[in-house]
Nanobody, 123 residues
Framework: VQLQASGGGLVQAGGSLRLSCAASGRTFNNTNMGWFRHAPGKEREFVAGIVWNDGSTYYADSVKGRFTISRDNGKNTVYLQMNSLKPEDTAVYHC?????????????????WGQGTLVTVSS
């Protein structure tokens, strides 16, 4: 499975960005996808997850109400819409995938990883 993340960039606080993660190499039934982020000096952390089959979602408390994860079945792509961005959202964002119907929040539970895309939020 190959995952290709894109969409990062520099944005002012309060602004928005949409990240994309294009997936290829297998069918995605019974799969769930997640976004993680890794900020300098911090551990990589779970941001949001989605179950491919039914679209159910789960968010870290730090992004709830500001970020939205979604998927496009026809394009095999997962999105992360990020609104009301804060400087503390600055990080390298990675998409990841795993077999299964339940969202996982720990990175060791994910089998497939894309390269990161850098999001920088200026104050």
């Amino acid at each position: 499975v190959q995952l290709q993340a894109s969409g990062g960039g520099l944005v002012q606080a309060g602004g928005s960005l949409r990240l994309s993660c294009a997936a290829s190499g297998r069918t995605f039934n019974n799969t769930n996808m997640g976004w993680f982020r890794h900020a300098p000096g911090k551990e990589r952390e779970f941001v949001a997850g989605i179950v491919w089959n039914d679209g159910s979602t789960y968010y870290a408390d730090s992004v709830k109400g500001r970020f939205t994860i979604s998927r496009d079945n026809g394009k095999n792509t997962v999105y992360l819409q990020m609104n009301s961005l804060k400087p503390e959202d600055t990080a390298v964002y990675h998409c990841a995938g795993r077999p299964g119907k339940f969202i996982a929040t720990y990175e060791y539970q994910y089998n497939y990883w894309g390269q990161g895309t850098l999001v920088t939020v200026s104050s």
